[in-house]
């Protein structure tokens, strides 16, 4: 048992320590009679003994219990313990009386210590489990009610998590004086909702979570939930609404442990941030989805140290001519714990996360430095290499471009950058200046994925492109479907108005190749063309249709 429980049972004990504890004492008290009695009697030190059970009785039964204990061994001390025992010379009142007195006040002391210091550890543990803003219990308050319930009652428990809407815009406009008056009132209305049928808690931040013991109380919560939405609050003299999003998780269904209840139920209300439902329900295809992403983040953090990443190449021809126009770089992931990963279920993972700068850094060094043995046999072409939102977003990057360009004597524009319209559309005025920078050294920029965004035609103005890529969506529709076709159409002759390349993503076959073809559309990638491939591999195609050339870029 660890040091602290013995402590905690000694201090706080149990009914059944306890009734021990007592036998104890008094099984101390005549031991301590007899050990004084066989050594001679009063007169020897040995009657100290009876200090022991005294302050032990004070310990465990607080000021009571020391009295008590204090009293009994001053009998057991008294007329009937002589002082010599072999004598049976027997002890004047006032050396008794006073002994007992001695025994009493060493019980009480004892017994008043140890009520102070269990005040104290109480109140220090009360500090532990209570949020001091809302007097609420906090996450280890929570905790213990939800262990206790589930101890005694062994039913089924719900459990709420209510997070507030756009509360990081109040907390910003408020100051932190303003969220902290918000969130105090907010608790009231919350307690007040809640009653007397389930247990309210607050979680760091701005959240809060409830227990709900009793499934049919669940709906009588829910519903005093509903009139909140009209509640205003009153923060510095400004009347603010605050809307609550609420989600719901069930013990035992979804988890055993309080901790992960509460992240799932978290998780339902931010799964369903886009719909108008403001009551969220767990459901396992949720918890599955997040863990698996949360594997695949933790997973990645080592991908690039252990080398589980390759860098594929897949060519691009021009259609015209047939000849090749050059390769784009797309990741493969193969991890020892998840196997091979899609590009498509990490890539917008780690775009959400830093862990984006070094993946594109890596993707650039590899790309350039296999330029660079192209380049030393002569057989140099460009490569498209994708950026993600948040590359354009760290300036830094764009050092590392230049760096790289120079530390392997590449021509800038063998260098392609690919941003995919999603991107662009939402993030406008960074990306300029950051694309601008890339174009005036000379590199190429191609917007991916081309009609796939919103307003796709409005930042061809105002990006500053060389190429766009069409959609593989299209591309693969225009066999058979006359709007796919009418919108390549529109877009090889608005591309070819701005004097901007056009390639067309996703052509799987023949049909599709020769129609492009004969629509102009500059160059075509696809499987028909070539699947991408690993560094050797793309090095021997090169090989079969790039007649050598000298070396580029600066010697
Ligand atoms: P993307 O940039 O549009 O890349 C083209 C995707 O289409 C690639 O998928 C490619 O394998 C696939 N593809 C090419 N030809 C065909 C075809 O004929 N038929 C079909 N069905 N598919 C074809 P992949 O490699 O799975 O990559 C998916 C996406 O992941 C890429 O789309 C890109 O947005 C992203 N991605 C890949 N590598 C990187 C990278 O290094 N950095 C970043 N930020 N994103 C990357
Ligand atoms: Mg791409
Ligand atoms: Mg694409």
């Known amino acids: 048992m660890p040091f602290f429980d013995i402590y905690k049972h000694f201090i706080f004990p149990s009914k059944r320590t306890k009734i021990l504890l007592c036998f104890l004492i008094i099984f101390m008290l005549f031991l301590g009679y007899i050990i004084v009695q066989l050594t001679g009697g009063t007169k020897f030190a040995y009657l100290h003994i009876l200090y022991i059970p005294v302050i032990l009785a004070g310990l465990v039964f607080s000021i009571q219990g020391g009295i008590g204990a204090g009293v009994a061994a001053g009998i057991l001390m008294s007329p009937f ?28 002391i004892s017994g008043v210590g140890a009520s102070i210091f269990r005040a104290y550890i109480k109140e220090l543990e009360l500090k532990q489990i209570t949020d001091p803003l809302t007097g609420l219990p906090n996450l280890h308050g929570l905790t213990k009610i939800f262990s206790e319930i589930v101890q005694m009652t062994h039913k089924t428990l719900i459990v709420v998590a209510v997070e507030l809407n756009q509360i990081q815009k109040i907390s910003a406009a408020l100051g932190e004086e303003g969220t902290d008056q918000l969130t105090k009132q907010v608790a009231d209305s919350l307690r007040q909702c809640v009653g007397k049928n389930g247990f309210l808690g607050r979680l760091r931040a701005h959240g809060f979570a409830i227990l709900i013991p009793e499934e049919e109380h669940v709906l009588e919560i829910l519903k005093n939930f509903e009139s909140l939405s009209e509640n205003t609050y009153l923060v510095n ?26 992240r799932k139920a978290q998780l339902a209300i931010k799964t369903n941030q ?14 599955d989805f997040s863990e698996h992403n949360l594997l695949i983040l933790n997973q990645f953090k080592t991908a690039i140290d252990n080398k589980s990443l390759v860098l594929e190449y897949q060519p691009k021809a021009y259609l ?21 990963v899609n590009p498509m279920d990490f890539v917008p993972l780690i775009e959400e996360t830093l862990l984006i700068t070094p993946l594109t850094r890596w993707v650039l060094e590899t790309a350039l430095s296999q330029m660079d043995q192209w380049n030393r046999k002569g057989l140099l072409v460009p490569i498209s290499v994708n950026f993600s939102i948040r590359n354009l977003q760290d300036p830094s990057i764009f050092e590392t ?39 005036e050294i000379g590199i190429r920029l191609a917007i991916d994925d081309f009609g796939t965004g919103q307003a796709s035609q409005q930042y061809l103005f105002e990006l500053p492109v060389n190429a766009i890529k069409i959609d593989k969506l299209f591309v693969q529709s225009i066999s058979y479907n006359s709007t796919a076709t009418a919108i390549v159409k529109n877009a090889i002759a608005l591309a070819h108005d701005l004097n901007l390349d056009v390639i067309a993503e996703g052509i799987e076959t023949q049909n599709e190749y020769d129609l492009l073809k004969e629509w102009k559309c500059d160059g075509g990638q696809g499987y028909l063309i070539g699947r991408s491939m690993k560094a050797e591999d793309a090095t021997a195609w090169l090989k079969e249709r790039v007649k050598p050339h000298k070396p580029k870029g600066k010697a």
């Not at 313990?81 to 025994?103: K, N």
């Not at 015209?320 to 091979?340: I, N």
């Open 401 to 439: 471009v230049v760096h790289l360009l120079k530390n392997y004597k590449i021509p800038p524009h063998f260098l392609e950058v690919e941003v995919t319209e999603t991107c662009v559309a939402s993030n406008m005025s960074i990306l300029v200046a950051t694309l601008k920078n890339l174009r």
């Open 320 to 340: 015209q001519t047939g000849k090749v126009m050059g390769f784009e770089a797309l990741v493969r992931w193969s991890d020892p714990v998840l196997g091979l």
């Open 274 to 287: 886009n719909q108008t439902e403001r009551i969220s329900h767990f459901d396992k295809s949720i918890g």
């Open 237 to 262: 003299t400004i009347p603010l609404f605050v809307e609550m999003r609420f989600g719901i998780s069930r013990y035992p269904n979804d988890d055993n442990d309080l901790n992960h209840l509460i």
């Open 81 to 108: 313990m002589p002082t010599q025992y072999i004598s049976e010379q027997s002890q004047p009142f006032l050396s008794w009386a006073m002994r007992m007195i001695i025994f009493v006040l060493v019980g009480a």
